[in-house]
Structure formats: C-alpha cells, structure tokens
C-alpha cells in the first residue's frame, strides 16, 4: 500500500517542530508511527509534511521523581517497559506498556503517539486518567480529565505538543485488559488506582474514548477488593458494539477486567 | 525526493527515493534485497522485520527516509563469511520452516529477542512471538528453532569468554 505524497521533514529541536508545525496547514507529527503511517496506507490520513520527532532526546527520558514519574512523550512502548524506575513505583504502568502491540511495535511507538491519537482501544489513555497523571506540552499543563475530549480527539490546540507525562505514585495500581485475539486492542481494559485522595477507575476499549466509572471508585474507596465490585453491573448504552462482541459483552468484560485489576494490584 | 544515506548490513547506501517510500519497498525494489518480504503490510504479520540500530522493527510502517543516519540489518546481512547465523543454523536443523514466507521475519524477530532476552522458556518465545504470523502454523518447531538458537549463542559467548 502507498500512501499519498508528502514531504518528510526531521525536526532538529523542538523548538524546530513548532516552527515547522506553523508553517503548514496540514503538517502532522510523526512520532513512532505505528498508527499513523498505518492510516496513512489506507489512504485515511493524508498530511502535507511529515515533522518527524522521534529523534528528539529533549522528548525522551524517563525521571523518577519523590512523588511522581514523569515520562518524556518520546519515550518508547519497550523504554517504559523496561525502566526499572517506572517498575519500581508503578509497576502497572511498567507491565501496561510491556502489553502493548508486539515487540517490534514497542520499539517503534511512544507515549506522547498514543495520546495524542487516543485511539478508543489504546492502553495508555487507561493509565493517564486512572492515574491522574498531568500532560505537559509546549504551551501549557492539561489534567487527565480534561485531556481526553472523544472518539481520536482530545483537548490539544493546533500546533500543540505533547512534550512529558507526569504519573503521580500511587499506593496501589493495577492494569488488566482483555485483548482482542487477532489485533491485540483491547476489547476493554480497566486501569484502577489507589492514592491518599480516592480510587480511581478508567476504562479503555470498551466505548468511544476512554470514561471513569464512579460507582466502582466509591466502592472500592471502602474497601479496596475485588468483592466490592463485584455486584457492580455496567451500562452497556454507551459502549461499542461491532463484530468482535456486543456491548453487553463489552459491559461484562468490564466487570471482569475491573475485578482482575483490583486483585493484581 | 530525498536522498537517504544510510548503512545496511554494514554498507554505506545513498539512494534516491520519494518521502513516501516505505522502508520495505525501499529494501526491496531499490536495493534489490528481496529477503524482507512484504505479507499483510498491515503491520501484522511480521514478515517486513529487519534490524534498525540493533532492535527489530516491521520495515512496511516506516519510511526509508525515517532511517536515514540508520544501521539498517536485513536476513540478508545475518551469515558472515558464508557461515549461517546460529538462528539461521537452527531453523534449519530443527525444520523450523516450512513454505519459507515467514521466515526472515521470524528470524530477524529471533535474533531481537535472543539479545534482548539471552535464556528463553518455550512461553517467553511464544508470547515473544505476538507480532509474527506463520500461514504454514509451523509455529512448534519455530519455537523449538528458536530455543535452540539461544543456547547456541549462549554456548558460544561463554566459549569466547573463557
């Protein structure tokens, strides 16, 4: 498959992708790749100008810090799986991005790729909001619950660049998803945490953009264990349906997830 | 157009190509290395993996110009000296192909995996193994190729360390 035509640019600094960015209406940034060159070949992207910035050092690194890990947007899928810090304070996290893809996929693709397109069934868009984490880009700081607006959109302005993620530690965090058997997306994925300040519970793969499920939060806020969710039905009216399963199949394979984060974290 | 230099399997290219060129056809079509096969081109199959700077990569979701500055390895760059890569050698002894389509894209896997992860349990292969489709379903002996390559390798690193 061929894409259509556009010109490739490298980016020098970041400071250089913003420039590059301004200067053209339809530019994009190319990051890992692994979702928009895919789109690309199907001929549903068609951008002007590539800005690649996977080789920008300023974006890649990963620093623990007393009460947090902030992770850089270039950091790639198997750097996240492999950094012994990330394994140390949220080793969910560590075993999420250890989860994604294949292994030639998480050589490729990076942290700030995946929620910038915030595909329905991405993992990381679970971890960022269960987590509260913060998103940093070039102009300002975004919470979790204001970044991910809907179906591949979020609250990024044009020319907006994701540059690091802040992932507050928390006490308890665990991550189980259900993929699906050809593709590996998630049919659902649930992200739960646990922090001085509340449980909290996000769902991925299962509707059209990633959502928190406040009824479990509460009960889990109680008593932190599977058993107290375990009564907890979902609503499947807002949930996806199409030939992989129904969403009342989606609805029950959130319960489950849910129940098997708890108990992993 | 853009002219992309670049090493592969430690020669020095310079080639002429479009921006939208993806690395596999570049492999292929300009360099003439039809090792690196092309099957789903989705991205799925794994067929396309090569080596850049030492780590596998599915060469049909990237572009060649991606790779400029880059080590690229390709099946091709894997024997030395006309001696097969112990991957090579144990896909072989241990009937570890069979139609042949998947195999350069298996083998490129392998060679990822065995640096990243020297002892290899037949669990570790498979799942190690998500991003690789075999059409034959010869995936037994692939992973039992790939058990042995390790302990080749390791046999061999221990050989040279003593």
Excluded: W
């Amino acid at each position: 498959m061929i894409p259509y035509q556009f010109v490739y640019r490298r980016a020098a600094s970041l400071k250089d992708a913003e420039a590059l960015l301004a200067g053209s209406a339809d530019a994009k940034l190319l990051a890992g790749g692994q979702t928009l060159i895919a789109a690309m070949k199907m001929r549903l992207a068609q951008p002007s100008e590539l800005i690649d910035i996977s080789g920008l050092k300023e974006l890649s690194f990963i620093r623990a810090a007393k009460d947090a890990v902030v992770i850089g947007a270039g950091a790639k899928h198997f750097e996240v799986a492999g950094s012994a810090d990330v394994a140390r304070a949220i080793p969910a996290l560590a075993r999420l991005a250890e989860s994604i893809g294949d292994p030639a996929v998480r050589h490729m693709g990076t942290l700030g790729g995946s929620l910038a397109n915030n595909d329905p069934a991405a993992d990381y868009p679970a971890a960022v909001l269960a987590l509260n984490a913060t998103i940093k880009t070039n102009r300002r700081s975004i919470g979790a619950d204001a970044f991910f607006t809907g179906m591949f959109s979020t609250a990024l302005d044009d020319g907006e660049i994701i540059t690091e993620v802040s992932f507050p530690i928390p006490e308890r965090a665990g991550y189980a998803k259900f993929p699906n058997p050809a593709s590996r997306y998630a049919m659902a994925g649930v992200f739960v945490a646990k922090t001085a300040s509340g449980v909290r519970v996000a769902v991925t793969g299962a509707g059209p953009c990633v959502f928190r499920v406040p009824q479990m939060e509460a009960a889990l806020a109680k008593n932190f264990s599977p058993g107290a969710i375990a009564d907890i039905a979902i609503d499947a009216v807002e949930l996806n349906s199409d030939l992989h399963g129904s969403a009342e199949y989606r609805a029950n394979l959130v319960a489950v997830m849910a129940g098997r984060a708890v108990a992993a974290a | 157009m853009t002219v992309v230099n670049l090493t592969v399997n430690g020669k020095p290219v310079s080639e002429e190509t479009e921006d939208r060129t993806l690395l596999v056809y570049f492999l292929r079509d300009r360099l003439g290395l039809t090792g690196t096969h092309i099957g789903c081109d989705t991205s799925q199959c794994g067929a396309c993996v090569v080596h850049v700077n030492g780590r596998a990569v599915k060469s049909c979701t990237m572009f060649a110009a991606q790779v400029a500055g880059c080590e690229v390895t390709t099946i091709e760059g894997l024997a030395q000296d006309g001696k097969l890569h112990p991957v090579q050698e144990a896909f072989r002894e241990n009937h570890g192909l069979q139609c042949g389509f998947c195999t350069p894209g298996m083998i490129m896997t392998a060679v990822d995996m065995i640096r990243r992860i020297p002892v290899l349990d037949r669990e570790t292969i498979r799942a190690e193994l998500d991003g690789n489709i075999c059409r034959c379903t010869g995936y037994h002996n692939i992973v039992s190729s790939i058990e042995d390559a390790a302990k080749r390798i390791a046999a061999e690193s221990k050989g040279q360390a003593a």
